[in-house]
């Protein structure tokens, strides 16, 4: 089914925007095939809402900065302190990432909201028009500006 991941509506038919497929939605996608709960929807986000997907989207990307920051601060803080001690213990080495890795994934479980493309289609056409083919030429140096901000 083609589903909207805000509302989990089916969009068939209607103009909506599709999700694009990371390796996250690849992760969850294995993760659910394995436990055989695998829906295998295709993720799209219906036009009226949008504006609620870029909020989400939005905290999202302030979230893993956020963390990120926090993440980096409680390993360096865990190994500086392990070097100040003066003894350098493998293990304390390693479980510094792994409690910093965990940090990440919290944002990520919590928080996460995908990526869309940047042109809504209407569900159901097999073809892409040709303009889209054209958006597609000029988005990476925009996408470029974007994260700079
Ligand atoms: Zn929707």
């Known amino acids: ?39 295998n929807n295709e993720l ?15 905290s999202f990307e302030r979230s893993l900065i956020f963390f990120g920051v926090l993440a980096a601060i409680v390993v360096l803080l865990l190994i500086g302190n392990m070097l100040l001690s003066g003894r ?6 390693i479980s510094a990432f792994v409690i910093g890795a965990f940090i990440l994934l919290f944002a990520l479980v919590f928080k996460y909201a995908p990526a869309i493309e940047k042109t809504p289609s209407l569900v159901g056409k097999p073809s892409l028009p040709l303009e889209l083919e054209e958006l597609d030429k000029e988005e990476k140096p925009q996408e470029k500006k974007v994260r700079k901000r």
């Open 1 to 39: 089914m083609k589903i909207c991941i805000i509302c989990q509506k089916d969009v068939e038919g209607k103009s909506a925007i599709p999700v694009k497929e990371d390796q996250i939605i690849g992760t969850i996608r294995a993760v659910k095939q394995f436990f055989h709960i695998a829906a």
């Open 88 to 93: 350098f213990d493998i293990f304390a080495f």
């Open 44 to 58: 799209y986000v219906c036009e009226d809402d949008v504006q609620v997907h870029l909020e989400r989207r939005k």
